[in-house]
């Protein structure tokens, strides 16, 4: 079981950045695909960027790329979400999670494939 923690979340006029970070227990972390997804209230969570286990490789959705930018330091057991040129459509919780599989070559881009959750964060964009 891999425990997370998101922090860096808040309020940031349009325009602005976070960095979001993402905390793992366990000596297992490096082993993980790790993935950001975001919700909104009324709406289904959805994926927002995804990272393999060796942080060789990245996925984002449509919406955040070229914005966003996910990143690991496995020395750390940390995940990062940088977030560029916010928009007041990037307003969510964020969430960070671990896929089930270890050393696994297929992205977390969905979140029932996800074992592990953090709490969330929240990111408020004012227009």
């Known amino acids: 079981q891999v425990q997370l923690v998101e922090s860096g979340g808040g309020l940031v006029q349009a325009g602005g950045s976070l960095r979001l970070s993402c905390a793992a227990s366990g000596r297992t972390f490096s082993s993980y695909t790790m993935a950001w997804f975001r919700q909104t209230p009324g709406k289904e969570r959805e994926f927002v960027a995804a990272?393999?286990?060796?942080?060789?490789?990245?996925r984002y959705a449509d919406s955040v790329k070229g914005r966003f930018t996910i990143s690991r330091d496995n020395a750390k057991n940390t995940v990062y979400l940088r977030m560029n040129s916010l928009q007041p459509e990037d307003t969510a919780v964020y969430y960070c999670a671990t896929s089930g599989a270890r050393y696994s070559s297929i992205y977390l881009t969905a979140p029932e494939n996800a074992e592990n959750w953090g709490q969330g964060t929240q990111v408020t964009v004012s227009s």
């Open positions: 990272i393999s286990w060796s942080g060789g490789g990245t």
